[in-house]
């Protein structure tokens, strides 16, 4: 499982688009890349998962280069219900996910 | 709807007073995890099941216990709690725990613990 390093805090404005990068130098060949949200009292839940390149589902996108010693996750249009701790992971399977600080997003009117 | 239920959401328990929290799942996936997230920490991993196999983290004290009677149910035990462990408990489940971080865990929303 690899390191992941991410912004501590965040601070954004309601219909702005939101980037949050997350770097992981030691990311394995077969390791995928997953982001985890988190709101105040109540369990992680999943977001985005990629491999390489770029990944879009309803909710959000994740940017990932050739490299991938590095994503980017992508909120559009944030509003004030995505303020949580978003949480970056590399790798990870059957033996647990070792979460890092993750990136406490805040979002003003 | 298939998801993870906790219960209680909230459980006070005294010094010393050995608790019991419980999770349940209804996707009936093979692997269940505990976490400890005190506050304003990231979840921690205390151990996990990987159907009736279970694997515990170096780090994580002998005064935490866990249960899988079934694939459906995984309990943690906690026989003398201490005011340090006063924390949120997360139970999780993924299908299979494949490698490479690809399978995606799903988290019940928690069992916060207060110590007295």
């Known amino acids: 499982l690899a390191k992941t390093t991410q912004p501590i805090s965040m601070d954004s404005y309601e219909g702005q688009e939101v980037n949050i990068t997350c770097s992981h130098n030691?990311?394995?060949?077969?390791?995928?890349i997953t982001w985890y949200q988190q709101f105040p009292s109540q369990g992680p839940r999943f977001i985005i998962q990629?491999?390489?390149t770029k990944v879009t589902n309803e909710v959000a996108s994740l940017f990932i280069p050739a490299d991938r010693k590095s994503s980017t996750l992508s909120l559009p249009r944030v509003s004030l219900s995505d303020t949580a701790v978003y949480y970056c992971?590399?790798?990870?399977?059957?033996?647990?996910?070792?979460f890092g600080k993750g990136t406490h997003l805040i979002i003003q009117p | 709807d298939a998801m993870v239920i906790q219960n209680p959401r909230y459980q006070v328990t005294q010094f010393g007073k050995p608790v019991t929290l419980s999770c349940s799942q209804t996707?009936?996936?093979?692997?269940m995890y505990w976490y400890q997230q005190k506050s304003s920490q990231a979840p921690k991993l205390l151990f996990h099941?990987?159907?009736?196999?279970?694997?515990n983290e170096a780090d994580t004290p002998d005064n935490f216990q866990s249960r899988r009677p079934n694939t459906s149910f995984c309990f943690l035990d906690i026989r003398s709690p201490g005011l340090g462990d006063a924390a949120m408990y997360l139970c999780?489940?993924?299908?299979?725990?494949?490698?490479?971080?690809?399978?995606?865990?799903?988290f019940g929303p928690g069992t916060r613990l207060t110590v007295l």
């Open positions: 992971l590399a790798g990870g399977g059957a033996d647990g996910l070792t």
């Open positions: 996707l009936n996936h093979n692997v």
């Open positions: 999780a489940t993924s299908r299979d725990g494949s490698a490479a971080g690809v399978d995606t865990q799903y």
């Open positions: 030691n990311i394995a060949t077969n390791d995928y």
């Open positions: 099941y990987y159907d009736k196999d279970f694997n």
């Open positions: 990629g491999y390489k």
